[in-house]
Nanobody, 123 residues
């Protein structure tokens, strides 16, 4: 059974940085594309970033491109989201997700999800 556990969320001031981590277990990590999604209050869950199992193909939402960076350590079964120059509109619960196969921006393509970690950005 795939388990994903996010950590690293918290409160940060606008312009600051935060690094989220997602530890995966119960899967052959390198076979899975890993994604980050977020959900703000009253809004739908939206795509943030995704990376292929090999660390090759990488996709970002336009709203975070140039500020956020996704990376993974296949030896540690962990994917990261480095968040720089954060803005109040980045405030959301951030979810890690996994799917077998290629990287995708589509939420429906991901079958395994973590419980989420809260990120709050103050102005």
């Amino acid at each position: 059974q795939v388990q994903l556990v996010e950590s690293g969320g918290g409160s940060v001031q606008a312009g600051g940085s935060l690094r989220l981590s997602c530890a995966a277990s119960g899967l052959t990590f390198s076979f899975y594309a890993m994604g980050w999604f977020r959900q703000a209050p009253g809004k739908e869950r939206e795509f943030v970033a995704c990376m292929a199992g090999s660390g090759g193909s990488t996709y970002y939402a336009d709203s975070v491109k140039g500020r956020f960076s996704i990376s993974r350590d296949n030896a540690k079964n962990t994917v990261y989201l480095q968040m720089n120059s954060v803005k109040p509109e980045d405030t959301a619960v951030y979810y890690c997700a996994a799917r077998v196969g290629v990287a995708s921006k589509n939420r429906a393509d991901f079958g395994s999800w973590g419980q989420g970690t809260q990120v709050t950005v103050s102005s």
